[in-house]
């Protein structure tokens, strides 16, 4: 056992040097090819010409893991620390974390004209959650023509809105850089305290909401709807998400604003209609954008915990957003209501759901869960602050959304770190990071059945 690792390695450089390649799981290469985003992000925020005050190594670290994974947590003001340079930077990493580096990779393999090798053929259809190879290049030609289109839309949309508060070259890069962060579902923000100063202005609002939803709603979700237009056609998954998407933002609006409508500190010195757009806003963003309006750190511990199961939950498959997904979330709630009424069949929209899709399911929400509980417990050690406000961090990192309780800057060195890592795999995936850690073996044992007691 003693000479088993070094056999290994020995091995494994044997392959390196004969076939000059390294062969890992798709899920590895991405996650590498994430974390190599992430350093070339650290190395240009860490240029002088990014910085308007100078801002040490770990600090661009961590903007740059929270701009790569799309999550929006800040350990500084970009707009007062950074310069346009820093800026660009910032939003660009947003860009390429939010659409995948691979989406990249494909497209520009089809403008080259070359074909791709089975190992690259299998990186896509993680990346793109795919099980035929026929469909990879047309996922991401869709994904691109999608997310320019949205955003161009919208960046233009703010541009003449906010053209009459702001001079042209300030209205323009401010409505490219805060479209880019709601489509990507990022958070990120120019403004002094997010979007505070827009709480009543519906155009703002409705815009910023819309992005979010397009960009977590999923591009296959979004593909299939601009193909077929008709609700009849559309997949199944489609109206799935369509249907779980609208109730669960209404869900979530309706519960913000019944519990914080007589709050001063938050909704209630607010007119009628700019209760109704904050209690919108916050609940859109907290399917893993984090915009807000209103100041978080004086909702009530029962609204933060509806924003806590909305971050949770997060968006569609295939999107810019997390969480355990839409559809993960959907399949259990189905699962269970199977098994309480005792039908052998998991059902929705008349169509059957596969064992293996309940499988996938609970696992990720017990890595996912598994993981909340890890941070909390590591960051409650760190720490001295509420509990409440820690598992808000955590559950905020770990679906990368990106709200925080006024939390993030003031944190220790260590528990920053831990974030870092909380965003990092939240990105990836927690059910990628165990499939990545993991060895699958196929066994041919198969094992007498028998009874457990559970419940």
């Not at 202005?201 to 409705?206: E, G, K, M, N, Q």
């Not at 915009?291 to 498959?317: E, K, N, P, R």
């Amino acid at each position: 056992m003693r000479n088993w690792l070094p056999l290994q390695g020995y091995q494994t450089y044997k392959r390196i040097k004969r076939t000059g390649m390294l062969r890992a799981s798709p899920p590895v290469i991405l996650a590498a090819g994430f974390f190599a985003l992430i350093l070339l992000g650290t190395s240009l925020l860490n240029l002088p010409i990014a910085q308007k005050q100078p801002i040490n190594l770990f600090e661009a670290f961590f903007m740059a893991t929270s701009a790569v994974t799309v999550t929006g947590l800040t350990v500084f003001d970009p707009s007062t620390m950074l310069t346009a340079f820093g800026q660009i930077v910032l939003i660009s990493l947003v860009q390429l974390g939010g659409l995948g580096f691979v989406t990249f990779a494909v497209l520009a393999a089809i403008t080259l004209g070359k074909k791709m090798s089975l190992q690259h053929q299998a990186l896509a259809l993680e990346a793109f959650n795919q099980t035929s190879v026929s469909k990879i290049q047309r996922t991401a030609l869709s994904v691109i023509k999608i997310s320019l289109c949205i955003e161009g839309i919208a960046a233009l949309a703010l541009t003449l809105w906010w053209w009459r508060e702001f001079p042209l070259s300030t209205a323009m890069p401010q409505a490219v850089f805060h479209t880019i962060a709601a489509f990507n579902n990022a958070g990120l923000s120019l403004f002094p305290f997010s979007l505070a100063r827009f709480v009543d202005d519906p155009v703002t609002i409705l815009v910023i909401t819309g992005s979010i939803i397009l960009g977590g709603i999923g591009f296959t979700v979004l593909s299939d709807v601009s193909h077929k237009k008709r609700w009849a056609t559309l997949m199944p998954y489609t109206k799935l998400m369509l249907v779980a998407t609208l109730a669960l933002n209404l869900a979530g609006f309706a519960a913000i604003w019944l519990l914080e409508f007589n709050n001063t500190a938050t909704l209630g010195a607010l007119p009628f209609h700019g209760q109704a757009l904050a209690a919108w806003l916050q609940s859109v963003t907290a399917r893993t954008a984090g915009f807000t309006s209103i100041d978080i750190t004086q909702l009530h511990d029962s609204t933060s915990l509806v924003l806590m199961l909305l971050m949770f939950i997060g968006g569609g498959s295939l999107s810019t957003a997390s969480g355990i997904k839409v559809g993960t979330f959907i399949v259990l709630l189905a699962a269970v209501h199977s098994y309480i009424f005792h039908r052998k069949e998991v059902v929705l929209f008349k169509r059957s759901i596969s064992p293996d899709t309940v499988q996938k399911s609970l696992a990720l929400l017990l890595v996912t869960s598994a993981l909340i509980f890890t941070g909390t417990l590591l960051m409650s050690i760190f720490e001295q602050a509420p509990f409440l406000t820690i598992l808000f961090e955590v559950v905020s990192a770990v679906s990368t959304t990106g709200l925080s309780r006024d939390f993030t800057p003031h944190l220790s060195a260590p528990s920053q770190a831990l974030l870092t890592i909380l965003m990092f795999v939240g990105r990836i995936g927690p059910l990628t990071l165990v499939y990545s850690l993991a060895t699958q073996k196929r066994s041919r044992i198969r094992y007498p059945e028998s009874e457990f007691q559970v419940g």
